[in-house]
């Protein structure tokens, strides 16, 4: 089992374009013995339901697009300072 998880590590860092030395594929492989040792034990887990991708229920939180009332000209431009001919009025972008 060993070697054939050395291949797999070695097969995998050469995938990669990985040079491993001797110590670092002792390491990963010890690494992904513990891993696959993880999984194991989770699928043994009995679940009676589906897995649930999301933890917590999404619904909508847009509001119904409904008609309102809407501002009068004079009411959206009553607590601002920066007005012209009944428009807000900008800083110059453009120099001439």
């Known amino acids: 089992m060993v ?10 860092s050469k995938a990669a374009r990985l040079n491993l030395s001797a110590f670092e594929l002792q390491k990963f492989t010890a690494d ?26 999404i619904k909508d939180a847009m509001r119904k697009d409904e008609p309102e009332q809407c501002l009068t000209q004079e009411e959206a431009l009553s607590n601002t300072k920066n007005k012209e001919s ?9 120099d001439k």
């Open 32 to 57: 992904m013995e513990e891993m696959l040792k993880a999984f194991n034990t989770l699928e043994k887990v009995d679940a009676p339901q589906e897995a649930s991708y999301q933890p917590v229920g």
């Open 86 to 94: 009944g428009f807000f009025k900008g800083p110059k972008v453009i």
């Open 3 to 12: 070697t054939d998880m050395i291949k797999v590590v070695e097969k995998t």
